[in-house]
């Protein structure tokens, strides 16, 4: 009888680490709950909640689809920054001071070009991980959103520091895509510690 339950028992807890295996937490959780523990590993845990809620109900506790909504929503975000800079550009009223910050403004547009290659190339292979390949397209995927991060973080450096109602809010918007890029980073991290065993159930 006792070997019987305790048999019973371990092949209950077998049953849970299965389903669970994908999974950091090992509860059961409802909807809203699957966007937090995604995010528990990001840094700018408040944005990566907010931007990424809605992609719980597709993602639930699968890394691989966390990583993607991440790099994506990342994109989203740099295509609107970079439009922006390339509007502010162009606009020979929008003063941003006179000298360097003219400078820095045009290594950004270039920056974000370059940034937005790279996240693009990230969301590529990331839609086709393999199994046979995944350390290496996760090693290349690694390099291409730090690259990125990288890129962004050269902007951000190239203005003075101003008070300036413009470049506050310019400054605002490009730490926004670092803080979305570094989310990104981490999500896609957190899915190469996990192994490919979540492509199973794409
Ligand atoms: C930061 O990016 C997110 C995601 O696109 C967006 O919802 C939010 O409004 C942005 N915040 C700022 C300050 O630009």
Same mark, same amino acid.
């Given at each position: @009888?006792?070997?019987?339950?305790?048999?019973?028992?371990?092949?209950?807890?077998?049953?849970? @680490?299965? @389903?669970?295996?994908c999974?950091?937490?090992?509860?059961?959780?409802?909807?809203?709950?699957?966007?937090?523990?995604a995010?528990?590993? /990001?840094?700018?845990?408040?944005?990566?909640?907010?931007?990424?809620?809605?992609?719980?109900?597709?993602?639930?506790?699968n890394?691989?689809?966390?990583?993607?909504a991440?790099?994506?929503? /990342?994109?989203?975000?740099?295509?609107?920054?970079?439009?922006?800079?390339?509007? /502010?550009?162009?606009?020979?009223?929008a003063t941003?001071?006179r000298?360097?910050?003219?400078?820095?403004?045009?290594?950004c547009?270039?920056?974000f *070009?370059? /940034?937005?290659?790279?996240?693009?190339k990230?969301?590529?292979?990331l839609?086709?991980?393999?199994?046979?390949?995944?350390?290496? *397209?996760?090693?290349?995927?690694?390099?291409?959103?730090?690259?990125?991060?990288?890129d962004?973080?050269?902007?951000l450096?190239?203005f003075?520091e101003?008070?300036?109602?413009?470049v506050?809010?310019?400054?605002?918007?490009?730490?926004n895509v670092?803080?979305?890029?570094?989310n990104?980073?981490?999500l896609?991290?957190?899915?190469?510690?996990?192994?490919?065993k979540?492509?199973?159930?794409?």
């Amino acid at each position: @009888m006792k070997i019987c339950l305790n048999n019973v028992l371990l092949l209950l807890l077998l049953l849970l @680490m299965i @389903m669970f295996s994908c999974s950091s937490a090992s509860q059961n959780k409802e909807a809203d709950n699957y966007v937090q523990d995604a995010c528990s590993v /990001t840094h700018y845990r408040d944005l990566c909640i907010q931007s990424l809620a809605p992609f719980s109900n597709s993602a639930k506790n699968n890394p691989s689809r966390w990583a993607r909504a991440g790099v994506s929503v /990342t994109i989203g975000e740099a295509k609107s920054v970079a439009q922006y800079l390339a509007t /502010t550009k162009r606009n020979k009223k929008a003063t941003l001071g006179r000298g360097r910050n003219k400078i820095a403004l045009s290594d950004c547009v270039e920056c974000f *070009q370059d /940034t937005l290659d790279n996240l693009h190339k990230s969301l590529i292979v990331l839609r086709k991980l393999s199994i046979g390949q995944f350390s290496s *397209q996760l090693d290349d995927v690694n390099t291409w959103v730090s690259a990125a991060l990288t890129d962004v973080d050269t902007c951000l450096d190239g203005f003075d520091e101003q008070k300036g109602k413009r470049v506050k809010y310019l400054l605002n918007r490009v730490s926004n895509v670092t803080y979305l890029t570094s989310n990104a980073l981490a999500l896609v991290n957190k899915l190469a510690t996990t192994g490919p065993k979540c492509l199973i159930n794409e």
